[in-house]
């Protein structure tokens, strides 16, 4: 039951990313990485099938190491960084690398990032402790020996305002990451 969509997709697009001295029509972009291992054994699926994509971790969360561990053994897949200052799950949360001591404006009173991005702008965050933990996120991404190719956004959150936009756009300059596009 679990291969039905992905054998869809292959029918439906196959012909598409597979035909003979054609550039592939279309390219994927898969986020939460790493979120948890169902979502990871997915990307890992779709990588078997050699169809081109890329792919954003979220560092933060708990199965990070399991993804890294699986994008190593498909070194043609592009690998960005999906920035995290939410975690919108109910009974599954993940909260700053930094902890919640070194970052208090970022999180709710057990230590979690904030469930929504309305949540987390309508907090009074404090700008210094986002490029703080955003920083920690790329640095932790780094150090993986992963290629590192581009950041994007988690919920859009971490663009979702000029301030932030602002810092996403120093840290990407500074690490020399591409920025995946953002609407707002």
Not at 46 to 51: D, E, L
Not at 58 to 72: D, H, I, K, R, S
Request: with cysteine; aromatic share 12%.
């Amino acid at each position: 039951m679990k291969k039905i969509p992905i054998l869809l997709f292959l029918v439906l697009f196959g012909p598409i990313s597979f035909a003979e001295n054609n550039p592939p029509q279309l390219l994927l972009r898969l986020d939460d990485n790493g979120m948890n291992h169902s979502v990871t054994m997915a990307i890992k699926q779709v990588a078997q099938t050699g169809i081109p994509f890329s792919t954003s971790v979220m560092f933060t969360c708990p199965w990070y190491q399991e993804a890294v561990a699986v994008l190593q053994q498909f070194p043609n897949v592009s690998v960005g960084i999906h920035l995290v200052l939410n975690s919108e799950w109910k009974y599954y949360k993940w909260g700053p690398i930094l902890g919640a001591n070194a970052v208090p404006s970022l999180v709710d009173s057990n230590g979690f990032f904030l469930a929504s991005s309305d949540d987390f702008l309508n907090s009074h965050y404090k700008i210094d402790e986002v490029e703080k933990e955003l920083t920690a996120q790329i640095e932790r991404a780094m150090h993986t020996g992963l290629k590192i190719d581009y950041v994007d956004y988690h919920m859009l959150t971490a663009v979702s305002k000029e301030d932030l936009r602002k810092v996403v756009e120093k840290l990407a300059k500074k690490y020399q990451l591409g920025m995946s596009r953002y609407f707002g």
